[in-house]
């Protein structure tokens, strides 16, 4: 049988990524101190291992396809296949963003000021590329972890860290100066998998199908029971993806209507349906949208 070998990324969006792919019909069971979990479809072999790490082994064919982050792929310089993007978070749907920051007491006010100063960062090659593209010359240093505290404590004159609501970031007293780039998860495969016609195919029925669970993300059906003198009145005020379903029930002078609506909308929308006529409002939760 042929399998695609699919990486998934280790860390902060292991969780997330598991909850993705169970929303979207497969069910992954990871085992303790195990970087291959279980699958429950026999033509995927999973890995996990680093997002920094994933674009490279991508492109070297040790894995066919994997997640990881578009910051990653730039920082690796990889030549691999962007199949989709794809967006994680149920509370925040902005990306992540890479920035300069000093210490808020620093005399550092733009990144032209940093000209012969130390920036620590994970993201080396990124942030080489962007100060020698601006033209000012840094002493850019490798952070292994608690980059935030290097500013504080002076070991380094500025940071690029990444942040997505910038909490951590003013939790440490820091001021950003500038953002470098924004990034976002990116589902990616390798040029020799794309070129195979089995593992093509495979590589997007699962992107059709992780992207069509995200879409459902925030997304509810609503469906309910309307009078034919009211149709046309209910009809106006719904939102809908084309137009809502409209059926006649069975020896009556009803309609059962349907439509898909975003959470934020459902909460005015019900008590305005009930005020129009609507009855037997149901409200429930949809796995995908495609």
């Known amino acids: 049988m042929s399998q695609l070998k699919l990486g998934l990324p280790k860390g902060s969006l292991e969780k997330a990524t598991i909850e993705l792919f169970e929303s979207a019909g497969w069910l992954i069971k990871p085992a303790a101190r195990n970087y291959f979990p279980e699958i429950d479809d026999p033509e995927l072999d999973c890995s996990i291992c680093r997002p920094q ?73 990124v942030t080489r590329r962007f100060f020698a593209k601006k033209g000012i010359d840094v002493d850019i240093e490798f952070s292994w972890g608690a980059t935030e505290a290097k500013a504080v404590s002076g070991l380094a004159d500025a940071i690029v860290e990444v942040t997505e609501t910038e909490s951590t970031i003013r939790a440490h007293g820091l001021r950003i100066i500038h953002e470098l780039m924004q990034s976002n998860t990116q589902f990616i495969a390798s040029r020799e ?68 609506v975003s959470e934020e909308v459902v909460r005015d929308l019900i008590p305005r349906l009930k005020r129009n006529g609507a009855e037997g409002i149901i409200e429930y939760a949809l796995n995908k949208v495609i």
């Open 53 to 125: 790490e994933m674009s490279r082994y991508v492109e070297d064919g040790v894995l066919d396809a994997g997640i990881t982050g578009k910051d990653w792929i730039m920082e690796n310089g990889s030549d691999t296949i962007l199949v989709c993007d794809l967006v994680y978070s149920k509370v925040s749907r902005r990306p992540t963003r890479w920035i300069v920051a000093v210490a808020g007491d620093s005399d550092i006010q733009s990144i032209q000021d940093l000209q012969g100063k130390k920036v620590s960062t994970e993201l080396v090659n």
């Open 193 to 260: 998998a794309w070129n195979d016609p089995w593992k093509r195919e495979k590589i997007e029925n699962i992107a059709l199908l992780l992207q069509g669970s995200l879409n459902a993300d925030r997304i509810v059906g609503l469906k309910m029971n309307v009078a034919n003198e009211k149709l046309e009145e209910i009809v106006a005020i719904l939102p809908s993806i084309n137009a809502p379903t409209v059926a006649h029930l069975h020896n009556q002078e009803w309609c059962s209507v349907e439509t898909v």
